[in-house]
């Protein structure tokens, strides 16, 4: 079993930054891909980005790409999301997942955190 805490979202302002924290506890964390996810009020679960358990490959979701970057420390068990130029369509419930191989698709994966709500405002 992997354990999964987000934290670090919160309210703010179209052009602004925020970054998402998952940290993980259990089994050994450098065997995990993880892959970040969000889903707006009334739309699916759409995939956001991936990192694999070294840190050596990563994939955005076109949405986010040129202005989120993914990373991961395995000493201290934890994955980053930074958002930069948050747009209003940018808002959603961020998850945080975690499988033993790298994908982009979320039902794929095995464990995932409760969620930490992004809301950014125009």
């Known amino acids: 079993q992997v354990q999964l805490v987000e934290s670090g979202g919160g309210l703010v302002q179209a052009g602004g930054s925020l970054r998402l924290s998952c940290a993980a506890s259990?089994?050994?964390?450098?065997?995990?891909?993880v892959g970040w996810f969000r889903r707006a009020p009334g739309k699916e679960r759409e995939f956001v980005a991936a990192?694999?358990?070294?840190?050596?490959?990563?994939q955005y979701a076109d949405s986010v790409k040129g202005r989120f970057t993914i990373s991961r420390d395995n000493v201290k068990n934890t994955v980053v999301l930074q958002m930069y130029s948050l747009k209003p369509e940018d808002t959603a419930v961020y998850y945080c997942?975690?499988?033993?191989?790298?994908?982009?698709?979320?039902?794929?994966?095995?464990?995932w955190g409760q969620g930490t709500q992004v809301t950014v405002s125009s």
């Open positions: 997942a975690a499988r033993t191989f790298y994908s982009v698709t979320y039902y794929e994966y095995e464990y």
């Open positions: 259990g089994r050994t964390f450098s065997n995990y891909a």
């Open positions: 990192i694999n358990r070294s840190g050596g490959s990563i």
